[in-house]
């Protein structure tokens, strides 16, 4: 009887580790974030619109293009905070012997279309917002590093994960608020279908390992460069 019990128990485990991948598999599947859903939610929360911020950044890109000094208006203007070094002081906008691959893609590939001394005749934006961009200095071959300025009007928002954290792309945002939503659903119609309920003495065991894992703050100047 108890090798019985053993093996009826094995084949229950096996088939509810089977339907867990079915429904992880469906759980993707219906919780995917299209691009309409996000331009749907933009439309209807106009308060993350950006065309105040594109229009703002548009005024001061033809001041630069008028000849004003670019460093002066980053430092008036721009909202990355890597542009406060350690002791406060506001650096002109200079990121300096910069790799390349460094940076997210919109900002080098405009970057490096310039050569020194130009500013790219349009905005440039990405996912942190809309950039006026100035090459100072760029170096020779694909491992050449390069100099660059920056004026950001910056579309990011607080991460409601984490308020006390580095502010996150709005596009991130409306991603996570429109997934979370289609999870709670998934969830309520699964219970629904199936009809699901968990016992009112039911409790999670403590976790087992209390390792804390250092993370290393988040660098001022990871505006424009790469997430990992």
């Known amino acids: 009887a108890a090798v019985r019990n053993q ?7 096996q088939q509810a580790q ?16 299209t691009d309409d859903e996000v331009a749907a939610y933009f439309a209807e929360h106009k308060e993350l ?11 001061i ?12 208006l980053a430092n008036e203007f721009s909202q990355d905070p890597g542009n406060k070094g350690q002791n406060g002081e506001l650096n002109g906008g200079a990121y300096q012997n910069v790799p ?26 990405s996912d942190f917002g809309f950039h006026i961009i100035k090459l100072d200095r760029k170096g020779l071959g694909d491992s050449g590093t390069y100099d660059v300025r920056h004026v950001l009007f910056a579309t990011t928002v607080p991460d409601p994960d984490n308020p006390d954290g ?14 979370a939503e289609k999870v709670k659903r998934f969830k309520a119609e699964a219970v629904k279908a199936t009809g699901v309920t968990v016992p009112s003495d039911f409790s999670l065991p ?16 990871r505006v424009v460069r790469k997430r990992n």
């Not at 009826?8 to 485990?13: D, G, T």
């Not at 089977?18 to 974030?33: E, G, H, N, P």
């Not at 619109?49 to 005024?59: F, G, I, L, T, V």
């Open 7 to 13: 093996i009826a128990l094995q084949v229950k485990l």
């Open 18 to 33: 089977y339907l867990a991948r079915l429904y992880s598999d469906v759980a993707v599947w219906k919780t995917q974030v």
């Open 49 to 59: 619109s950006s065309e105040a911020k594109r229009a703002k950044a548009e005024q």
């Open 61 to 72: 890109l033809v001041r630069a293009k008028n000849g004003e000094d670019f460093a002066k």
């Open 100 to 125: 390349r691959g460094t940076m997210v893609k919109p900002f080098e590939s405009a970057a490096l279309s310039l050569e020194p001394g130009q500013i790219h005749p349009t905005l440039v934006e």
């Open 166 to 179: 580095p502010e996150i792309p709005v596009k991130v945002y409306v991603t996570s608020q429109i997934e």
């Open 206 to 221: 403590s976790p087992v390992s209390t390792t804390v894992v250092k993370r290393k703050a988040p660098s001022k100047r």
